[in-house]
């Protein structure tokens, strides 16, 4: 199926690997079809567009490579709506944000896939260790400069 982006212009996608919000993300309670867009071979980051509106886009990763003991205390209910029986089988993923000149993560709203049936929920904690901007990565130039002769 094709989609509009507005960042892409039109892309092609599988639309049995749609993700689907049931419940849509925080903000965007109407929005549950996704797709997720990886525009880099390498990168870390990818676009999670909506289906059904080419404005609609979040960067997202996965937070494990920012955060290695990063941990979703998922309750049980959470997981059935999106019928899921394993953790263990679910991707995650953190919305992204530029802030100045640092990309942030979302640690207290991650978004728990279900990778056998493609439905997703976005989750909210209240764990303190978290927050809805932890630094990930700068990006200034004089920090990429230290960092080579580091």
């Given at each position: 199926m094709i989609i509009e982006t507005s960042r892409f212009?039109?892309?092609?996608?599988?639309?049995h690997r749609l993700i689907t919000f049931p419940k849509g993300i925080l903000g965007f309670p109407d929005q549950s079809r996704y797709a997720l867009i990886q525009t880099a071979e390498n990168s870390c980051f990818y676009w999670l567009q909506a289906v059904d509106r080419a404005d609609l886009a979040f960067v997202v990763c996965d937070p494990r490579l920012f955060v290695p003991d990063y941990c979703v205390p998922v309750k049980l209910d959470e997981l059935s709506q999106i019928h899921l029986q394993n953790p263990s089988t679910a991707q995650v993923f953190i919305i992204v944000n530029k802030v100045d000149q640092m990309l942030t993560g979302n640690l207290q709203g991650p978004l728990v896939v279900n990778v056998e049936t493609r439905e997703a929920r976005?989750?909210?904690?209240?764990d303190r260790r978290y927050s809805t901007r932890h630094p990930l990565m700068n990006l200034s130039p004089q920090a990429e400069l230290v960092s080579k002769t580091a």
């Open positions: 212009g039109p892309l092609e996608v599988d639309e976005q989750l909210v904690l209240s």
